[in-house]
């Protein structure tokens, strides 16, 4: 069964930093893309970030472009999010999910989710 | 990127059928076929629904389909059942290796 637990969410004072991991079971981690997305508080998702299976290429949404750095460990089959210079708008549930359905793709589907670590950002 | 236009609310009768709409432009929901569908339940995470405009994971019933059409795409319930009641999220692709997600539509089953 396919399972990703997200962990290291907590609360952080603005311009603080933060790493979220999101460990893999159940399926090949080593063959499919990732992502990272968030929804704040009673508001809806917003994408932010995506590895390829290799680590070779990112890609990442403006708002957190320069601050926020994804990464992964295929040998420990886990996914990171390095979050710095946190706002106050940064506060939300990080989701990580796996692209899919297949190992090449990107932005067909936003196919497995985890349970969502929360972050909040407040002094 | 400027989020995707959903209706803020849906609702219908135990049943019968209601659609609910995802607007974007030429640069995103029209330039690709890449639009997914995400129902999500108070408290829990999303679940992928339809994806690639018209494709259902394994374990999604067939009353849940979607098409597209210029700029829009839509997502139909059809027989809505209690369970279908809950907050659902259109997504695209949206060029420059970027995504993005609509407002989100909460459907009531009355």
């Known amino acids: 069964q396919v399972h990703l637990v997200e962990s290291g969410g907590g609360v952080v004072q603005p311009g603080g930093s933060l790493r979220l991991s999101c460990a893999a079971s159940?399926?090949?981690?080593?063959?499919?893309?990732m992502h990272w997305v968030r929804q704040a508080p009673g508001q809806g998702l917003e994408w932010l970030t995506f590895i390829w299976y290799d680590g070779s290429t990112k890609f990442y949404a403006g708002s957190v472009k320069g601050r926020f750095t994804i990464s992964r460990d295929n040998s420990k089959n886990t996914l990171y999010l390095q979050m710095n210079s946190l706002r106050p708008e940064d506060t939300a549930v990080y989701y990580c999910?796996?692209?899919?359905?297949?190992?090449?793709?990107?932005?067909?589907?936003?196919?497995?989710w985890g349970q969502g670590t929360m972050v909040t950002v407040s002094s | 990127q400027s989020a995707l236009t959903q209706p803020p609310s849906a609702s219908g009768s135990p049943g019968q059928s209601v659609t609910i709409s995802c607007t974007g432009s030429?640069?995103?929901?029209?330039?690709?076929?890449?639009v997914s569908w995400y129902q999500q339940h108070p408290g829990k995470a999303p679940k992928l629904m339809i994806y690639e405009v018209n494709k259902r994971p394994s374990g999604v019933p067939d009353r849940f389909s979607g098409s597209k059409s210029g700029n829009t795409a839509s997502l139909t319930v059809s027989g809505l059942q209690a369970e279908d009641e809950g907050d659902y999220y259109c997504?695209?692709?949206?060029?420059?290796?970027?995504?993005?997600f609509g407002g989100g539509t909460k459907l009531t089953v009355l």
């Open positions: 999910v796996k692209a899919g359905p297949n190992w090449n793709d990107v932005w067909n589907a936003f196919d497995i």
């Open positions: 997504s695209s692709y949206a060029g420059s290796n970027k995504g993005v």
């Open positions: 159940g399926f090949t981690f080593s063959t499919y893309g």
């Open positions: 030429s640069s995103d929901v029209g330039g690709y076929n890449y």
